[in-house]
C-alpha cells in the first residue's frame, strides 16, 4: 500500500457505496477490499457465511445483503468509507438511505449477465441523488464472461458514456490480469499478489488501439482533453487521468474497470481509481437547508449531520449520522430538527460492520454512529443548538404488500406491539398499522421477503412465535372519468359561532398522483379558504369509495363558492373539502389500481413453453425474449399479487434451473372485481 501526503485531511477521504444487483459480487469485492487494505487478515466468503459485512444471521442463512453496512479502511493514504447495499429490490430503500449520504459509488456488473433489474433501479437512485460513479465488470474469470459486452449493456441500458480504462489479460478460467490503459503496463496476479510489467506483446496492439478509443472518447467530453489531443494527436497520463476525474465527477462518463473479486483479481486498481476519480467531501457542493442556507464542508463552521440508519444493539441504540459540517465531541449537546428537543451524544464511534472503534470526535466528512441519541430518526437532522438548520430526508418508498401478524399467545400482545414500533423504527419502509375494521396488526413492507426478513427478526431477536397470515397487496384508486360542478354546502348550527362553507368542485383524471388549483374568481373564496380547502382534499384522499384504498392520479379544482360573514373558518372550509371531495369520487367513475412489476425469469431453454404459459395464467404480458449461453431471458410485466409463491413453482417447472428477479413499475388497472379492505 503505498501512501501519499496532502494538506487537506478532508482532501483523502472518500464516502462511497458499493451498489450491485443481487449476486453480481459487491459484498465479495467488498470483503477484497477490505483485506487488500489490511482491514482483514482473511478472505471472507459469501457461500461460507464468513464475510464481515454481512455478519446478521439472516444475510449469513440466505447468502444475500439484506441490512446497508459501513466499514472504513485506509488505501493510498486516504481513508474510505464504504457502505456495502442491498442488491434486493425489496430492500431499495436500504439503498436510498445509504445514497443519500454519500458522494460516490462503485457499481458492480456481473461480467457474463451485463446490466441486470436492480442493477438499473440502483443507477437510476444515484442519479437522482447525482453520485458519481465508476463501474466494476466482476467475474471475468466465469464462462461466457466477455467484457465487451457488458459495457454494451451499460452503454445501452444505462446510457452514460463508457470509459474503459483497461484491456483484460486472458478471458473466463485463464483470466489473470489486466492492461492499465492510461499508464500502459500490465497488472498480473497469481497467489494473491499483484505484479506490474511492461504490456505482453501479444496484446500490444489491441492495447495501443484500446486507449486511443479511449482518448478520443474523452476528448470529446472534455476541453482541456480536447485541446491538448488536438494540439499532439495524444493525451498525456496526468491530462488523461484529470479528464476522467472530471468526467466522472459531472456525470458525462463514468470510468469502466474489471476483475474478478472472487479470486482477489483486479481490487488494487479498482482502489487507485477510488482515490483518483471519486470526489472527496471537498468536492461535493455545500450541503443545502430546507430554507437555502448552505453549510460548506469545514470542520470549523457550525455543526450540522443528517441521521441516515438506527439499529438497535445488545449495548444501545446506534444513529448512523454523516456529518457535513462542523465538529461533534463526545458529550456534546446537538439539537434533533425533527424532534425539535436537544439530546446529548454519549460515545462516538468509527464503524466496522458490527464492531466499532470509539472516538473523541467526528469532523465535516465524516460517517460514524453515536450512542445516547433517543428521538432522532432516519432522516433526522443533527445541527448545533445555536445554528439550527434541517436537511432534506431521504425519500421513504410506499409499501406494496401487507401480512397479518399476530401472537400465538394472547400474554405476548404488548411485546409484540413493543418489537414491532422498534422495527419500524430501524426500517422506515415498514408500516405498522391497526386495519379499523378487522382490528388485525398490519405490518407493510416493499415485498414478499421483506416481510419475511422483519418477522423472522422478531422472531429471533424478541423469542416471539407469530401467526401470520398471507400477504396481500396494498391497491390504489383513480379517477377513471371525473365530474364537473359538485356542489357541496357545509352547515352546522349548535349554539354559538357556526360553521359554514360552499365549495364548487370539478375532478377529472390526471398523470399526477395529486393537483389542486383553483379557479375561484372575485374573491368569493378567500385564499387562506382555499388553502383550507385543498387540505380537506388531501385528507379525503386516503380512502376512496371502491374500498377504502388511498387515491392518486386526479386534478381538483375549486371553481365557486361562498362564504358565511361570521361562520366562516379554515375548519369549516377543511370539512367542506374532505367531504366535498368524498361525495364528487362517489359520484366519478373510479377504477381500482394493483401493483405490477417488470419480471425477468432465467430458465433453460427447453422450460420456455412452460414458462411462458404459466406466466400468462399469471395475467402476465410478456415483453421480451432473448437466448444467452443455453438459457432464455424472458421480460414480463406481472400484477404484484399474482407473484407469491412464484419462486417454488418455477423451481417445480423447470427443475431447480430457473431463477427471477422482479422490480415495481408502478401501477394498473385491477381487473373489474370487488376487493375488500
Not at 446 to 454: I, R, S, W
Request: some cysteine.
Amino acid at each position: 500500500m503505498r501512501t501519499t501526503n496532502n494538506p487537506n485531511p478532508l482532501a483523502v477521504v472518500r464516502n462511497l457505496g458499493i451498489l450491485a444487483h443481487v449476486d453480481a459480487g459487491k459484498t465479495t469485492v467488498t470483503e477484497r477490499i477490505l483485506f487488500a487494505t489490511g482491514t482483514t487478515h482473511k478472505r471472507g466468503d459469501v457461500h461460507d457465511g464468513t464475510t464481515v459485512t454481512d455478519f446478521d444471521p439472516q444475510e449469513r442463512d440466505r447468502g444475500i445483503t439484506i441490512f446497508a453496512a459501513a466499514v472504513s479502511c485506509a488505501w493510498d493514504g486516504h481513508r474510505l468509507n464504504l457502505i456495502d447495499t442491498p442488491g434486493h429490490v425489496d430492500f431499495a430503500d436500504e439503498v436510498e438511505r445509504s445514497l443519500r449520504v454519500l458522494d460516490g459509488a462503485v457499481a458492480v456488473f456481473d461480467a457474463v449477465a451485463g446490466v441486470e433489474p436492480q442493477s438499473e433501479s440502483v443507477w437510476r437512485q444515484a442519479d437522482r441523488h447525482g453520485v458519481p460513479r465508476i463501474a466494476f465488470v466482476n467475474k471475468l474469470d466465469r464462462a461466457g464472461a466477455d467484457l465487451d459486452t457488458a459495457v454494451d449493456s451499460i452503454r445501452q441500458r444505462l446510457h452514460p458514456a463508457p470509459l474503459v480504462v483497461q484491456l483484460p489479460i486472458g478471458s473466463e478460467d485463464g483470466f489473470t490480469g489486466v492492461v492499465d490503459l492510461v499508464r500502459m503496463r500490465a497488472l498480473t496476479w497469481a497467489d494473491g499478489t499483484v505484479a506490474e510489467g511492461p504490456v505482453p506483446d501479444g496484446l500490444r496492439e489491441e492495447a495501443l488501439r484500446r486507449r486511443r478509443t479511449l482518448e478520443e472518447a474523452v476528448a470529446e467530453r472534455h476541453p482541456a482533453a480536447l485541446e491538448e489531443f488536438c494540439d499532439r494527436e495524444t493525451l498525456s497520463q496526468g491530462t488523461l487521468t484529470a479528464a476522467l476525474r472530471d468526467l466522472t465527477h459531472s456525470g458525462d462518463g463514468v470510468v469502466v474497470l474489471c476483475g474478478s473479486a472472487y479470486r482477489n483479481r483486479g481490487i488494487e486498481p479498482l482502489l487507485d481509481a477510488v482515490v483518483a476519480y471519486l470526489p472527496s467531501p471537498l468536492d461535493v457542493p455545500a450541503v443545502r437547508g430546507e430554507n437555502g442556507e448552505q453549510r460548506p464542508c469545514d470542520p470549523a463552521a457550525p455543526f450540522a449531520a443528517l441521521a441516515f440508519k438506527v439499529t438497535a444493539t445488545a449495548t444501545g441504540r446506534l444513529t448512523y449520522v454523516r456529518v457535513y459540517s462542523g465538529t461533534i465531541e463526545k458529550g456534546a449537546t446537538v439539537w434533533d430538527a425533527g424532534a425539535r428537543r436537544t439530546e446529548r451524544i454519549g460515545r462516538i464511534l468509527r464503524v466496522q460492520a458490527d464492531r466499532h472503534a470509539p472516538l473523541e470526535r467526528a469532523a465535516a466528512g465524516d460517517i460514524v454512529a453515536v450512542v445516547g441519541l433517543k428521538s432522532a430518526r432516519a432522516g433526522s437532522t443533527l445541527c448545533a443548538p445555536d445554528a439550527p438548520l434541517v436537511l432534506e430526508p431521504p425519500s421513504a418508498a410506499e409499501p406494496v404488500v401487507s401480512v397479518a401478524v399476530e401472537p400465538q399467545r394472547a400474554v405476548d400482545t404488548d411485546r409484540l406491539a413493543t418489537a414491532l414500533a422498534r422495527l419500524a423504527e430501524e426500517d422506515p419502509s415498514l408500516v405498522v398499522r391497526t386495519d379499523a375494521e378487522t382490528g388485525q396488526t398490519l405490518l407493510s413492507g416493499m415485498g414478499e421477503l421483506h416481510l419475511e426478513v422483519a418477522v423472522e427478526k422478531v422472531r429471533r431477536e424478541h423469542g416471539l412465535t407469530l401467526n401470520v397470515g398471507r400477504p396481500r397487496v396494498s391497491y390504489r384508486e383513480t379517477v377513471g372519468r371525473g365530474v364537473s360542478g359538485l356542489v357541496f354546502r357545509h352547515v352546522k348550527q349548535d349554539g354559538g359561532a357556526g360553521q359554514f362553507a360552499h365549495v364548487v368542485l370539478d375532478v377529472e383524471p390526471s398523470a399526477e398522483g395529486f393537483e389542486f388549483r383553483s379557479a375561484v374568481v372575485g374573491g368569493r373564496v378567500p385564499q387562506e379558504y382555499v388553502r383550507a380547502v385543498e387540505a380537506g382534499c388531501r385528507d379525503a384522499l386516503a380512502e376512496g369509495p371502491l374500498g377504502g384504498h388511498p387515491v392518486t392520479g386526479l386534478r381538483v379544482t375549486l371553481t365557486d363558492g361562498s362564504t358565511h360573514v361570521k361562520d366562516s373558518s379554515d375548519t369549516a372550509f377543511r370539512t367542506a373539502g374532505r367531504f366535498g371531495l368524498r361525495e364528487a369520487l362517489r359520484a366519478c367513475a373510479m377504477v381500482l389500481l394493483e401493483p405490477v412489476v417488470e419480471v425477468t425469469v432465467t430458465v433453460p431453454e427447453d422450460a420456455v413453453g412452460a414458462v411462458l404459459g404459466d406466466l400468462a395464467a399469471r395475467r402476465g404480458r410478456v415483453s421480451g425474449s432473448v437466448t444467452r449461453g443455453g438459457s432464455a431471458i424472458v421480460t414480463a410485466t406481472v400484477p404484484l399479487a399474482e407473484l407469491f409463491g412464484y419462486a417454488t413453482r418455477l423451481r417445480s417447472r423447470t427443475q431447480g434451473r430457473g431463477t427471477f428477479t422482479a422490480r415495481p413499475t408502478g401501477y394498473a388497472p385491477a381487473p373489474a372485481v370487488t376487493t375488500s379492505r
